[in-house]
């Protein structure tokens, strides 16, 4: 496949002008005929990898997806994009069936989106000329090994026998080894090519914040962000319950989702969120599994999760958009607590006790958070991240011996025999029922620590224990008790140091800085635009534009078609159906705001481009070493060009595109910019081809 076709297609049908690491490379060997397979985490982009062969490829693209609920959605995204898709499962009538089949025949759809389940029913009607590839997509569902085992996977394997010559694609996010090769295995395709993409997920934030007064802090962070879409994951249906309602309380759109919803609530919800009517889901349960919206701005874990596997597929639904997005993961000690119980009676508790080590050490950690994160999955990286909570404020230390002394003398005294609640009771000379109660206001300890904040004194503890002079008996009521170590602290002299407590308030005054959107911006009326046109056409808002398109076009504020489809995120098809409406409100928007339009910097980007055109490098050799797209270098050539510069675009197209382009110039009577073309070739010239030949003609009229 040609570059220029490739890229073509992708501007056209997605709108977007360059590829993700990795998806070229993907691509092409999908274009060899080579079997494939895809480890990207949420949010890497693998549809694109299937989808975009699939609309060049000649026959149909057959896409295998375990979650029905999910594929109207995945087909009305490609047709919003001028795509011809379609999806077959148990809940069509059989009419339905019957014309899809029949449009199969006549050879009229580019993808179709088949459930494992209903496979046997497409396999009577398809031969191996008519399918040019096969995607599976969560191929994870194939093993055993993986969280998310489907039975119906397992039949899976029949498809490489079945079509020997058609290439197979199979895409996961999960990344570890046994799986991978149970798919391999399992699917028939021994000799796949490998495709593993960095897990690093930049644009998510990552912050551990105590578990204090969590509500408090969910209000004051949702205070700026009134309009973003959340998810808040909690341990119990009565926190979801909580969360939800204080929220609500407060002007937010916000509802609970926990098992002891019927399934039409839980659907109606779901939907409700996708389509931005819900605006923040307080969950127990796996909600967002399977759903794409791409414009999750936050998560927040209420409490702790039990692994890092289940923590990284949660905060990965946000910002799948490739905007910055933000996670927020509430650190206590009594979730830890509970959470040792749950594993302590699981089957594999080793395991289990093993993972929620690990998560512990992340929410304690006191280096950059994502370089733990990555280690976890295999991925070693040497720069710290610069966009987690350690990075932007890295804990200083401090002597913590004096701290160290009073909280290990007063376990002494409480003879190993009180949680970490009565501990820093005594400490802070509490007088409630627990102190009280059992005389311990008597001890010498009572009160040693009242200069010390709650907050503090479980920081400092949680230090100590993960220092190890301090352990929790987990069989004894998680009592507090000395280790050996102690020893050294209390009778020996020994020193040590403890991180200080940064001040929250500061930290969140920093940060709610750099997020907040105002509600008369240019984005926040595209926003509404978009919300209004979703509801008419029932689809969701982000199938429509993602929100990172919406902030392109905020910035650039396109006034033409022409400008418009510029924008990353803006294909033929949604310039045709949409650009009218979008340009509008941005022409009203500047008016109303008297806003003069930036000039565009040009810069000298152009003349740069020139010296290497001039030395002889490509298209794509320019492209790789300005690291700009190559529609922009196209766009650099067409300007050079214009500018009389000695461009050859013949080299770019061909004599005969020139030639049809003019007789369209000729015929078409009052051309509306490129839409009238796209029309008149019925879609058969690419957007670049097209810009191309006008350029020429043009030179050639004056
Ligand atoms: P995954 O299936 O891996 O979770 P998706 O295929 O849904 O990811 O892609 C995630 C988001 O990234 C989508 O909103 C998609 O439009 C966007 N995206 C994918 N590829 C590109 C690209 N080359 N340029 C810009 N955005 C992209
Ligand atoms: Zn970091």
Redesign the pocket.
């Known amino acids: 496949m040609e570059e220029k076709q490739l890229f073509g297609a992708l501007k056209e049908y997605f709108g977007?002008d360059?590829?993700?690491p990795l998806?070229k490379k993907i691509i092409d060997a999908v274009f060899k005929g080579k079997d494939n397979v895809v480890i990207?985490p949420?949010?890497?982009?693998?549809?694109?990898c299937y989808q975009l062969p699939g609309i060049l490829l000649p026959n149909i693209t057959l896409v295998i997806s375990p979650l029905i609920a999910l594929m109207k959605d995945q087909v009305d995204g490609l047709k919003v994009n001028g795509i011809a898709a379609a999806y077959l499962n148990s809940s069509q009538s059989e009419t339905e069936q019957q014309q899809i089949i029949a449009d199969v025949e006549k050879n009229e759809l580019k993808l179709l989106y088949v459930a494992p389940e209903s496979l046997q029913f497409v396999d009577r009607f398809l031969t191996d000329g008519k399918v040019s590839l096969i995607a599976i997509d969560e191929a994870h569902c194939i093993s055993s090994w993986g969280h998310d085992f489907r039975p119906a996977y397992t039949q899976l394997g029949y498809l490489k026998k079945r079509f020997p010559s058609t290439p197979v694609i199979a895409l996961t996010a999960t990344a570890d080894k046994a799986t991978r090769k149970d798919i391999c295995q399992q699917l028939n395709i021994p000799d796949a090519k490998i495709h593993v993409a960095s897990f690093d997920r930049k644009n998510l934030s990552l912050e551990v914040r105590p578990g204090t007064k969590r509500l408090e802090q969910i209000l004051q962070f949702t205070e700026g962000r009134k309009n973003e879409s959340g998810i808040i994951y909690c341990l119990s249906r009565k926190n979801t319950e909580d969360v939800a309602a204080k929220l609500k309380a407060n002007g937010l759109k916000a509802e609970a989702y926990h098992a002891g919803l019927s399934h039409l609530e839980r659907s109606r919800i779901q939907e409700d969120f996708i389509n931005d009517k819900q605006q923040v889901i307080c969950a127990t349960i796996a909600f967002g599994m399977g759903i794409?919206k791409?414009n999750i701005r936050w998560v927040i874990h209420y409490n702790m999760p039990k692994n890092l596997e289940g923590y990284y597929q949660e905060i990965g639904r946000a910002g799948?958009?490739?905007l910055p997005s933000e996670t927020m993961l509430f650190h206590s000690y009594a979730d830890v607590i509970q959470l040792q119980k749950f594993a302590a009676n699981a089957k594999n508790e080793a395991v289990q006790m093993a993972k929620l080590d690990r998560m512990k050490q992340y929410s304690e950690a006191l280096t950059c958070r994502r370089k733990i994160l990555l280690s976890y999955f295999g991925e070693l990286k040497k720069e710290d991240c610069g966009n987690c909570d350690i990075c932007r404020n890295p804990p200083q230390f401090m002597d913590g011996t004096l701290i160290a002394q009073k909280a290990l003398s007063c376990i002494y005294r409480l003879k190993g025999k009180e949680p970490i609640t009565v501990l820093i009771d005594v400490l802070r000379g509490a007088q409630n029922e627990g102190v009280l109660g059992k005389g311990y206001q008597e001890l010498k300890t009572y009160g040693i620590g009242k200069d010390i904040s709650w907050k503090d004194w479980q920081l400092y503890i949680i230090q100590l224990i993960n220092l190890g002079y301090v352990e929790i008996a987990f069989h004894l009521h998680n009592h507090l008790q000395l280790t050996p170590m102690a020893k050294d602290i209390l009778f020996n002299g020994g020193k040590l140091e403890l991180a200080k407590n940064l001040d929250q308030k500061e930290i969140q005054a920093e940060q709610s800085k750099t997020t907040k959107t105002k509600d008369n911006s240019l984005f926040e009326k595209l926003r509404q635009l978009r919300l209004g046109l979703a509801q008419e056409e029932g689809i969701p808002a982000y199938l429509i534009f993602?929100d990172a398109t919406l902030k392109e076009m905020e910035k650039e504020r396109p006034m033409t078609d022409e400008d418009f489809i510029q924008i990353?995120g803006v294909g033929r098809k949604k310039m045709e159906d949409y650009g009218y409406q979008f340009i509008k409100e941005i022409i009203a928007f500047n008016k109303e705001k008297r806003f003069k339009k930036k000039p565009k910097k040009s810069g000298n980007s152009h003349k740069e481009t020139l010296q290497l055109y001039t030395d002889g490098l490509s298209v794509e050799e320019i492209s790789v070493s300005r690291k700009l797209a190559p529609s922009t270098i196209y766009s650099h050539l067409i300007k050079l060009y214009e500018e009389g510069e000695k461009i050859d675009l013949l080299q770019l197209i061909s004599k005969a595109d020139v030639d049809a382009v003019r007789k369209a110039k000729d015929e078409i009577e009052d051309p509306k910019g490129l839409k009238t073309y796209y029309e008149y070739f019925d879609e058969a010239l690419d957007y670049w081809t097209i810009k191309f030949a006008l350029t020429i003609l043009e030179k050639e009229e004056n």
């Open positions: 977007f360059s590829f993700r998806q990207m949420t949010g890497g982009g693998k549809s694109i794409d791409s799948r958009d490739g993602n990353n």
